[in-house]
């Protein structure tokens, strides 16, 4: 899979970075980056409920 | 033989809020999903899917033409204009503004709102919940929301604004002008808070001279120095942006209060949470999913659109319902039961989707988490000691007043 974020939508909820800690983490900025652009599962399975749940749907997994 | 849906809609009446709005929601979600509440000629939206595609879609609905039911009644009555004069000429305000400049504005607020940058206040935050708890937990009961949840807010905003804790008397008194100017349906009735708010703005432009002359490390200070179009922050703007920060002290007070009138009704999870601290993040969302601080926002439709096969024109208003769309069977499964960690626990509307999130929503749960956290590393249990009552605001939900004990 891979992951990304889009910045300009991105508002900082930090929810993925709740969600998936291990695959998202927020920037000085408060914007969130990705740490694991391929994972696997069950970390893909918690960046997918993250993608849901983004409140600003900043979040786009392509499944490879 | 079942009641019309135009005799039960009653959203502008306060007692609609009680246990019985929900059966309505149900009917309006399969019957009328786009419900055209005409007094105020608004559609209300009772769907998850509607209500995240509103909010995500800022350029088909506005959040510049009124945000609150009150603000439609005021209009209606020609009170406008009474509402306007208490808002700052240049003051432009995040909330009101759609992008292009809603995001500009946002990055100045966002800035001084980050995780980490919120991070350098959690020991002041540790201290002021021992403080609290100190003075209330000597097992006699007390009120909650006077004693707990309406001061913790009030002593981290003082902190986050570097204000001394000797104004918050004062600030108590604003931050229930700020939720009255939510309330008022005329103009007669604006003037009292109105002149509140007045007070306010005084006190915020004589904290704005004191920090520009010795800048500390608080919010106002950082504001200060943030430049907005390559300048500095106006005044204007800064002033509007930290009475903002401060009504926080008010939808936090009412999430606070509604944790522990959840606790108080699910006492096993007290000893859940006691055995696994990590569980406490579950069960603050699901108190934000079925009891939203904020029952929801006006925004105005840019051009004519279809809202759940419904046309509205150009100029019409919607009015996003959080507590239906936070129990639309849907997207949650039993949605009417208190099931922390749910799936999809972070799908609630209670802080809004997309460009105008909650910009308080990190310290909001950064306040519940710390609050709880001490409280049930004291105490094994919450009890009502009385019946609470109902904070009677058409836009706001929680308590007025909430009497427990704390058992050790």
């Known amino acids: 899979m891979k992951i990304t974020i889009d910045r300009d939508r991105c508002v900082g909820s930090a929810y993925c970075q709740r969600i998936a800690p291990a695959v998202f ?15 696997t599962d069950p ?9 849901a749940d983004c409140p600003s749907m900043a979040i786009s997994i392509e499944e490879s | 033989m079942t ?9 502008e009446d306060t007692s609609f809020y009680d246990d019985r709005q929900f059966d309505v929601y149900n009917r309006m979600r399969t019957e009328a999903p786009a419900y055209h509440y005409e007094p105020l000629d608004v559609f209300l939206l009772t769907r998850m899917d509607d209500v995240r595609y509103i909010s995500t879609h800022p350029e088909r609905f506005s ?16 009170a406008s204009a009474a509402f306007e004069r208490f808002n700052e000429p240049d003051g432009e305000l995040v909330i009101t503004k759609d992008p292009p400049r809603q995001r500009a504005l946002r990055a100045l607020m966002s800035g001084n709102l980050t995780p980490r940058y919120l991070l350098g206040f959690q020991d002041a935050l540790d201290g002021f919940c021992r403080d609290l708890l100190d003075r209330t937990g000597d097992g006699a009961p007390f009120d909650f929301v006077d004693s707990i949840a309406a001061q913790l807010p009030l002593y981290v905003a003082a902190a986050l604004m570097g204000v001394f804790e000797v104004d918050i008397p004062r600030m108590k008194s604003w931050v229930a002008a700020l939720e009255d100017l939510t309330k008022v349906t005329s103009a007669a009735d604006l003037e009292e808070p109105g002149q509140r708010f007045d007070e306010l703005k005084r006190f915020l432009r004589d904290q704005l001279e004191l920090k520009r002359r010795t800048p500390g490390h608080d919010m106002i ?3 200060l120095a943030s430049s907005l179009d390559g300048s500095p922050a106006p005044d204007a703007i800064v002033l509007a942006h930290v009475a903002t920060l401060m009504s926080n002290g008010g939808t936090t007070r009412l999430l606070l209060s509604s944790m522990a009138g959840l606790l108080a009704g699910h006492p096993d999870q007290m000893d859940l949470i006691r055995a696994d601290p990590g569980l406490l993040d579950g069960v603050i969302e699901e108190c934000l999913r079925l009891m939203p601080p904020a029952r929801g926002f006006v925004r105005t439709a840019t051009a004519d659109v279809k809202l759940a096969g419904v046309p509205v024109r150009a100029g019409q208003r919607v009015y996003m319902l959080y507590p ?20 999809q626990a972070y799908g609630h509307a209670s ?3 997309g460009t105008h999130f909650c910009l308080g929503a990190g310290l909001a749960r950064m306040e519940a988490k710390a609050l709880f956290t001490e409280l049930i590393s004291r105490y094994r249990s ?18 007025a007043t909430l009497p427990v004990t704390l058992h050790r």
């Open chain 2, 382 to 399: 919450i009890r009502l000691a009385g019946t609470p009552t109902r904070y009677e605001h058409v836009q706001l939900n929680g308590w």
């Open chain 2, 221 to 223: 200070s950082s504001f």
């Open chain 2, 351 to 353: 802080f809004g989707f």
């Open chain 1, 43 to 51: 970390l893909a399975a918690a960046a997918r409920e993250a993608e």
């Open chain 2, 3 to 11: 009641a019309p849906l135009a005799d039960l809609v009653r959203v």
């Open chain 1, 25 to 39: 983490d927020l920037g000085d900025d408060g914007i969130a980056v990705v740490l694991d652009a391929d994972a």
């Open chain 2, 324 to 343: 239906a769309a936070n129990r639309d069977p849907g997207h949650f499964t039993s949605p009417d039961s208190f099931e922390p960690g749910r799936r």
């Open chain 2, 63 to 78: 959040n510049a033409s009124g945000l609150t039911l009150n603000q439609l009644r005021m209009a209606n009555a020609g």
